[in-house]
């Protein structure tokens, strides 16, 4: 399939989306849970990715293949992932010694930094726990098992596609219910961190690509097509009555049509999806994903006693300036030591 500039363009729209919500507490009004949102697009997009890289090829087809595809993503990841979670293990074991050495404080930081170098956090329903050193970083823990569990989507897909989605919207709206009911780090576990919820993300951004495909090869597959789109907008409206959160709801909605409009080529979808800044920003995304947190709560840190609005925007100037910055510098010695 052509067009994979169009699906940069959406990745970088995502990490704009997940940056202005961490950064909405300097500006006067809260805005919506556009990081929620941004975070969701991207799993949808990886797995719509690896279904156009590797449906109809043969490989990524048993756990043999597809564990290795997930080491060989974690040893690119993971040096990113240790830089960017440094300041905050710096940050906060000084303030766990600097009360002094207290055995049950230091044993627990310490079985939490264990959890979050393994990788584990999003396995532990527990705050502290996903969001306890670099708030993001569980979104590679469980992105790395929505790439181990690739294989389990291909071996369904071989009989439809179509129980893949509807097992994937049972599970979302199972997990959006359950995530409005508990209001603990359990639900918001359940909702948001869990890897099979995501994986749930993951498969359908699968399952759209092969429908997708289909339909361009075969437009008598119209229907079926249109009937899974139909699905999800059920879901998004399940969700919003259930949540009363309709804009979080919405994104699978809004995603879908954003895959969608992947297949047209019309000058406004180059215009939204293809100019440069957000194709920049979508190459960077992993980088700009991980290192974001780190470089606001420096900045934070180094310009706290700014706290105006008109302070409060050169705050925000500043923090997207650093990770910009701090993702290109990355980048570009990662490349460089590769290709020694």
């Given at each position: 399939?052509?067009?994979?500039?169009?699906?940069?363009?959406i990745?970088?729209?995502?990490?704009?989306?997940?940056?202005l919500?961490?950064?909405?507490?300097?500006?006067?009004?809260?805005?919506?849970h556009l990081?929620?949102m941004?975070?969701?697009?991207f799993?949808?997009?990886?797995?719509?990715?690896?279904?156009?890289?590797?449906?109809?090829t043969?490989?990524?087809?048993t756990?043999k293949?597809?564990?290795?595809?997930?080491?060989?993503?974690?040893?690119?990841?993971?040096?990113?992932?240790?830089?960017?979670?440094?300041?905050?293990?710096?940050?906060?074991?000084?303030s766990?010694?600097?009360v002094?050495?207290?055995p049950?404080?230091i044993?627990?930081?310490?079985v939490?930094?264990?959890?979050?170098?393994?990788?584990?956090q999003s396995?532990?329903?527990?705050?502290?726990?996903?969001?306890?050193?670099?708030?993001v970083?569980?979104?590679?823990?469980s992105?790395?098992f929505?790439?181990?569990?690739?294989?389990?989507?291909f071996?369904?897909?071989?009989?439809?596609?179509?129980?893949?989605?509807?097992g994937?919207?049972?599970?979302?709206?199972?997990?959006?219910?359950?995530?409005?009911?508990?209001?603990?780090?359990?639900g918001?576990?359940?909702?948001?961190?869990?890897?099979?919820?995501?994986?749930?993300?993951?498969?359908m951004?699968?399952?759209?690509?092969?429908?997708?495909?289909?339909v361009?090869?075969?437009p008598e597959?119209k229907?079926?097509?249109?009937?899974?789109?139909?699905s999800?907008?059920?879901?998004?409206?399940?969700c919003?009555?259930?949540?009363?959160?309709?804009?979080?709801s919405?994104?699978?909605?809004?995603?879908?049509?954003?895959l969608?409009?992947?297949?047209?080529?019309?000058?406004?979808?180059?215009i939204?999806?293809?100019?440069?800044?957000?194709?920049?920003?979508g190459?960077?995304?992993?980088e700009?994903?991980l290192?974001?947190?780190?470089?606001?709560?420096?900045?934070?840190?180094?310009?706290?006693?700014?706290?105006?609005?008109h302070?409060?925007?050169?705050k925000i100037?500043?923090?997207f300036?650093?990770?910009?910055?701090?993702?290109?510098?990355?980048?570009?010695?990662?490349?460089?030591?590769?290709?020694?």
């Amino acid at each position: 399939m052509k067009k994979q500039n169009h699906i940069q363009g959406i990745r970088g729209i995502a990490f704009l989306m997940v940056f202005l919500w961490h950064i909405s507490s300097f500006l006067p009004r809260r805005l919506p849970h556009l990081g929620d949102m941004g975070t969701e697009i991207f799993f949808i997009i990886s797995g719509f990715l690896i279904s156009m890289h590797y449906f109809n090829t043969g490989s990524m087809t048993t756990c043999k293949q597809t564990l290795a595809y997930a080491i060989k993503k974690w040893k690119k990841i993971y040096p990113i992932f240790f830089l960017s979670t440094l300041p905050f293990l710096f940050f906060i074991w000084r303030s766990v010694l600097k009360v002094g050495i207290v055995p049950s404080k230091i044993e627990i930081t310490g079985v939490k930094t264990a959890i979050d170098l393994l990788l584990l956090q999003s396995w532990i329903p527990v705050s502290d726990v996903f969001f306890g050193f670099n708030a993001v970083s569980w979104f590679i823990s469980s992105l790395l098992f929505c790439y181990v569990m690739t294989f389990v989507f291909f071996k369904i897909q071989k009989n439809t596609s179509a129980i893949v989605i509807i097992g994937c919207l049972a599970i979302k709206i199972l997990s959006e219910v359950l995530g409005n009911l508990l209001h603990n780090d359990l639900g918001t576990w359940l909702h948001y961190i869990c890897p099979l919820t995501r994986t749930a993300d993951y498969f359908m951004g699968m399952a759209l690509y092969i429908q997708i495909k289909e339909v361009m090869e075969n437009p008598e597959e119209k229907k079926l097509l249109l009937w899974q789109i139909g699905s999800i907008f059920l879901y998004g409206s399940v969700c919003i009555y259930f949540t009363n959160k309709p804009i979080y709801s919405a994104i699978d909605i809004v995603t879908v049509l954003m895959l969608g409009v992947c297949l047209i080529k019309t000058r406004l979808t180059s215009i939204l999806f293809e100019n440069k800044i957000v194709l920049y920003f979508g190459s960077l995304g992993l980088e700009l994903y991980l290192i974001h947190l780190p470089v606001i709560m420096m900045s934070e840190s180094l310009l706290s006693k700014f706290g105006h609005l008109h302070i409060g925007m050169a705050k925000i100037a500043i923090m997207f300036i650093g990770t910009v910055f701090c993702a290109e510098l990355y980048s570009r010695i990662a490349n460089r030591i590769q290709q020694k």
